[in-house]
Nanobody, 120 residues
C-alpha cells in the first residue's frame, strides 16, 4: 500500500500562485511516476502534470497549464510539488495526487484531494 498526503491548497485571486505538495509513504520501492489531476464541478478528472521518478524521466503537462505550472520532485523526501503561477478562475478544482507503482500494469494510488479556488 502507498499513502499520499497532499497539502498546499487554498484560495487565491487570479494571477496569484500556490504550491501543492504530495508526500508518498509505504510501499514505494517500485514507484514509477507521480502526478497531479484535477476535477472541477461537472467536469471529468483531467491530468494536470506528471513526472517520472527515475532521474531523466520526462514530465508531461496539460496544454492548459503549460508555461504556468511546474511539477518537480524531491526523491529523498518522496515528495512531488506542483508550483502553480498565474492562476486563473478556470483552474478552480479539487487537485489530487496520483502515484504509479510497478513497471508493468502499475498499481494506482490517490491522495485525498485538496481544493484550489481562484477568484476573479
Amino acid at each position: 500500500q502507498v499513502q499520499l498526503v497532499e497539502s498546499g491548497g487554498g484560495s487565491v485571486q487570479a494571477g496569484g500562485s500556490l504550491r501543492l505538495s504530495c508526500a508518498a509513504s509505504g510501499s514505494i520501492l517500485r514507484l514509477v511516476a507521480m502526478g497531479w489531476y484535477r476535477q472541477a464541478p461537472g467536469k471529468q478528472r483531467e491530468l494536470v502534470a506528471r513526472i517520472g521518478i527515475i532521474i531523466g524521466s520526462n514530465t508531461n503537462y496539460a496544454d492548459s497549464v503549460k508555461g504556468r505550472f511546474t511539477i518537480s520532485r524531491d526523491n529523498a523526501k518522496n515528495t512531488v510539488y506542483l508550483q502553480m503561477n498565474s492562476l486563473k478562475p478556470e483552474d478552480t478544482a479539487v487537485y489530487s495526487c496520483n502515484a504509479e507503482v510497478g513497471y508493468r500494469n502499475p498499481d494506482i494510488y490517490w491522495g485525498q484531494g485538496t481544493q484550489v479556488t481562484v477568484s476573479s
